[in-house]
């Protein structure tokens, strides 16, 4: 009979633990459910005009010649043409990085067609100028036209589209942006709590998004634009009381 007793009071008791524990998880689950359904997800945008502080300006000539010295020489004088074109528009010897030199002999190719080419040899000069003054790289890359007046015969690839300006200050402006953009987002999830009458509470999650940089302009590409756009969309998740 003991044991029967004491078998039954251990039966209770687990019995009472067990529908304690069954009214607690499902009133945890509501209340998790009711307070993750009660919230907004909201898009915050950012932008600011900016300008380039960096230039990198590519020059690539070429001479065509059937003796190899001569060629050399021609190279060697039209690079020096170049140099002293933008020395005197006011680079700086570290501004301006002549590249190696590359030859081409064309009776030397191994697909060559039996047709004698009218030069046999192709050389190539690139210099790069990099500088922090993108005016000045803007100016003098219009006015290069006084070295083709020299018979200097630029690549029609590189010189069609030969200067890239960047903006390298992107981490200097995250920070405000950032605090734009989350600006920007509250004020749209206030709307929305006016709408539907209630009260922004606090951030629940948030993803700061991807910064972008476009062209000031509706039109043409960002690396041919001195004047620029950083924009960044983040989107926030509040709480609403």
């Known amino acids: 009979m003991e044991e029967k007793r004491k078998s039954k009071i ?10 304690m524990c069954a009214g607690f998880f499902p009133g945890y689950y509501y209340f998790k459910t009711y307070k993750t359904n ?13 300008k380039a502080d960096l230039a990198i300006w590519k020059i690539k000539f070429t001479v065509a010649e059937n003796d190899m010295i001569a060629s050399q020489k021609k ?6 043409e170049v140099i002293n074109f933008l020395k005197s528009a006011g680079f700086t ?25 009218t030069y046999r040899y192709i050389l190539t000069q690139k210099l790069i100028v990099q500088s922090n003054n993108v005016n000045l790289v803007e100016t003098s890359s219009s006015n290069i036209s006084s070295l083709i007046s020299k018979g200097i015969i630029f690549d029609g690839d590189e010189y069609s ?15 405000k942006m950032l605090e734009e953009a989350t600006k920007n987002a509250k004020q749209s999830a206030q709307e929305f709590a006016k709408a539907s009458d209630s009260k922004v509470g606090k951030i629940r999650k948030a993803s700061q998004g ?28 509040y709480w609403l009381d």
Do not use: H, W
Not at 161 to 175: C, D, H, M, Q, R
């Open 93 to 117: 010897d570290e501004e301006i990085t002549p590249e190696s030199l590359s030859v081409v002999d064309k009776l030397a190719e191994r697909y060559s067609s039996n047709t004698i080419p």
């Open 38 to 50: 009660n919230s907004v997800v909201v898009k915050g945008l950012a932008e600011m005009d900016v």
């Open 210 to 237: 991807v910064f972008s940089i476009l062209a000031g302009t509706d039109e043409g590409y960002e690396k041919q634009s001195i004047n620029k756009k950083v924009r960044v969309v983040s989107t926030i998740e």
């Open 10 to 19: 251990i039966t209770g008791v687990f019995l009472c633990v067990g529908l």
């Open 161 to 175: 589209k030969p200067v890239s300006y960047l903006f390298t200050g992107l981490n200097e402006i995250k920070p």
């Open 75 to 80: 190279v060697e004088n039209q690079l020096n």
